[in-house]
């Protein structure tokens, strides 16, 4: 009896380890297939990783600041510097806010500085309010039309980050080209938007 359960008990094992093998096996293949996909698709003129600046100031008298009539963006790190990714501070005076807009190719992360806030997301046909406090995280999803508000008499000051997770726009491979579109886009004055308001 003892012998017979010992063998019932081995052969689970033997197949409970070739499950766990057969999964770990289609883990790494999912990982490995999604490595190359990526290294395809991503923005090829990324500079390489060994000589890419790696510290970056926030300091607004050392960041390349686009002064838009809505709000205010000073380039921290730019896509060029990085395979997926893009960061900037964001200044929206009192009262004021950013236009309502979409991202197809980014999503987007927010760490909300100083100042007060509401963001408005549309997803899913619906629209949400959500307010913004010092200190919050916030991730707005691809693909959502999105607007950000200050409120009160503070400026809203946020570190946004955007991840593109096919690479950046190839016709628009560094901040200031995508500042150039956007400006285009919303009929803005680049040359205005280059020239500090304050």
Known sequence: MIHGYKNCLTIKFKKMNKIIFASIAGIFLGIGITYFTLNTTKN???????????????????????????????????????????????QIAPNKYTHRHVHDDTEQLFYIISGKGKLTLERLGK????????????????NCYHQTFSQENDTLKYLAIDCFPKGCNPNEPSWDSHARAVCKMNDWNYDEARKKKI
Do not use: C, W
Not at 48 to 77: C, R, W
Not at 127 to 142: A, C, G, M
């Open 44 to 90: 090829t003129k990324t500079e390489d990783p060994l000589e890419s600046k790696i510290v970056f100031s926030t300091q607004p008298n050392q960041t390349a600041g686009y002064y838009f009539p809505t709000h205010d963006n000073l380039l921290v790190m730019d896509r060029s510097n990085a395979e997926v990714s893009e960061a900037f501070i964001v």
């Open 127 to 142: 629209k949400e309010v959500f307010d913004l406090l010092p200190s919050n995280f916030v991730h707005i999803p691809r």
